[in-house]
């Protein structure tokens, strides 16, 4: 694989895109997990989504990243699928902690993953990795934007 400017210039472009995917994707996470925890979780639209993306790939370093792991993502595939479990759950779960940000939303962003995962099937026509891909996207986007309350205000722990 050979990353330049404008790989990671044509992976904003497609992240952008999944909009459609991956917004409802984020909004049915948000909920569910509002219900579990008993809180009303604010939704995405895809103008908020859109921006958190151009905010991620702003950011050179970052966006570098995100894009190699989002392209590794959607061509991996591995024969029988099973023995790839873990290298799609692991780039999956990376994915979706660099977007989420710095801890502890990065730790939620991973942990989030595998709840996003568990919700989100691709079809045999994609690379395993594909569907992953989509679990990282709303994963980390979700954990990065606003809309749950204990974000909304400072911390009471800072000195």
């Given at each position: 694989?050979r990353?330049?400017?404008?790989?990671?210039?044509?992976?904003?472009?497609?992240?952008?895109?999944?909009?459609?995917?991956?917004v409802?994707?984020i909004?049915?996470?948000?909920a569910?997990?509002?219900?579990?925890?008993g809180?009303?979780?604010?939704?995405?639209?895809?103008?908020?989504?859109?921006?958190?993306?151009?905010?991620?790939?702003?950011?050179?370093?970052?966006?570098?990243?995100?894009?190699?792991l989002?392209?590794?993502?959607?061509?991996?595939d591995?024969?029988?699928?099973?023995?790839?479990f873990?290298?799609?759950?692991?780039l999956?779960?990376?994915?979706a902690?660099?977007i989420?940000?710095?801890?502890?939303?990065?730790?939620?962003?991973?942990?989030?993953?595998?709840?996003?995962?568990?919700?989100?099937?691709?079809?045999?026509?994609e690379?395993?990795?594909?569907?992953?891909?989509?679990?990282?996207?709303?994963?980390?986007?979700?954990?990065?934007l606003?809309?749950?309350?204990?974000?909304?205000s400072?911390?009471?722990?800072?000195?």
């Open positions: 694989m990353v330049t400017p404008d790989t990671v210039r044509a992976e904003h472009e497609w992240v952008r895109e999944r909009a459609p995917t991956v409802p994707l909004n049915d996470v948000r569910d997990l509002g219900d579990l925890f809180t009303d979780v604010g939704q995405v639209s895809s103008k908020q989504y859109h921006d958190a993306v151009d905010d991620v790939f702003a950011d050179g370093d970052l966006a570098l990243n995100v894009a190699a989002a392209a590794l993502l959607r061509e991996l591995v024969e029988g699928d099973y023995p790839g873990i290298i799609d759950e692991l999956g779960r990376e994915l902690g660099m989420a940000g710095t801890q502890p939303l990065r730790l939620l962003g991973e942990a989030t993953f595998h709840y996003a995962d568990v919700h989100t099937h691709g079809d045999a026509t690379a395993a990795g594909a569907d992953d891909l989509d679990a990282a996207l709303a994963a980390g986007f979700q954990t990065r606003p809309g749950w309350d204990w974000t909304a400072e911390s009471p722990f800072s000195v």
